[in-house]
């Protein structure tokens, strides 16, 4: 499997840059709403005696706005856009033959961003020859806006992928969302929802 990710990410993910199209999303049972756009692309990619490690890079746009009576963006409540760099770094397990390891936040230009010591645990990886395919899983909570210069305790997992699409490279995010009780260490899936995020090459 090393081998085989290790090559699809050489041949079809390195250094296309692709681009999520704006997209919104609610917050605090409708109160709040973000809109959210980014480009991405993957660099840095190297490989160890079992494992392999990379960077991903997104310039976003992204802005949580309160939701006026008429159903309207209001007052901006906070400002997500800028630079990030996330770092992947992946193992074979030689108890399982899996491949497992982490991803989290390097650096980023977002002021007050809410990734600072987040950890996200990857694994069910999947390689094919057109797609590559993995879960990621929260590591204890990060903080969301909650409106009035408030914040709430919430957890994100997610499914990712890429894939093969025309010959042009496609990112896939599905996130699950979950409200966070940092007293008791419990989640439950929040009334609020998030949209899918699909990235295109350009």
Known sequence: MQKKLHDFIREHVLGKVM?????????EKGGLRGIYSDRMLFSD???????????????TTEK????????????LQKDFTGTSVYRYELAIR????????FMHLL??????HTMEAVVYGVYNIFV?????????????????PAGDGRY??????????????KGKL??????????????????????DKYPPFVSKEL
């Open 107 to 112: 650096s980023s230009t977002v002021a007050g």
């Open 45 to 59: 990619l190297s490989e160890t005696e079992d494992g392999i490690q990379f960077h991903m890079t997104t310039v």
């Open 19 to 27: 681009q999520t199209p704006a997209l919104s999303y609610d917050l």
């Open 152 to 165: 709430r305790a919430v957890a994100f997992d997610a499914t990712a992928r890429w894939y093969l699409e």
């Open 64 to 75: 949580v706005y309160e939701v006026s009576p008429d159903g309207s963006e209001g007052l």
């Open 128 to 144: 094919s020859e057109d797609e590559v395919s993995w879960r990621e899983e929260q590591l204890l909570y990060r903080d969301m």
């Open 94 to 101: 030689k108890s399982s033959g899996e491949m497992t390891g």
């Open 170 to 191: 496609r990112f896939e995010y599905i996130p699950s969302y979950y409200d966070y009780n940092p007293e008791t260490r419990t989640r439950k899936l929040s009334a």
